[in-house]
């Protein structure tokens, strides 16, 4: 389909089709750090929800937070105890992925 052709669309197809490129814009970004292999020590993000006391948790798993600013839903953590990552997990809803092959992600090496 032409860009035209969408422009000339009716109000429901412009929807669709901007809902459709909405969700691949979130999904694929979601879908690559998922993917992520989860760790247990080293640099790691820890992911939950934004109600989430992420700062508490992580010094309750034996890590320790790391960088000046954390984002609502994820923070970077250095997780020193080598069993972080269950008990991450057992503290609530949280994601804990490799911090190294995240940077990798966005193109950080070393």
């Not at 992420?54 to 923070?75: F, L």
């Not at 992925?97 to 966005?106: I, N, P, R, T």
Request: hydrophobic fraction near 55%; charged fraction near 10%; charge should be positive.
């Amino acid at each position: 389909m032409a860009v035209s052709q969408i422009l000339k669309g009716t109000p429901m197809q412009k929807i669709v089709i901007f809902l459709t490129i909405l969700v691949m814009a979130v999904m694929g970004p979601a879908v690559m750090v998922l993917s992520l292999p989860a760790a247990s020590h080293g640099l790691v993000l820890v992911l939950g929800p934004p109600w989430a006391d992420r700062a508490r948790a992580i010094e309750g798993a034996g890590g320790r937070g790391i960088g000046p600013v954390t984002t609502i839903v994820a923070s970077l953590a250095q997780a020193d105890n080598p069993d972080f990552g269950s008990r991450m997990r057992a503290a609530g809803p949280f994601l804990v992925v490799d911090g190294q092959a995240v940077a990798s992600l966005c193109g950080v090496s070393g």
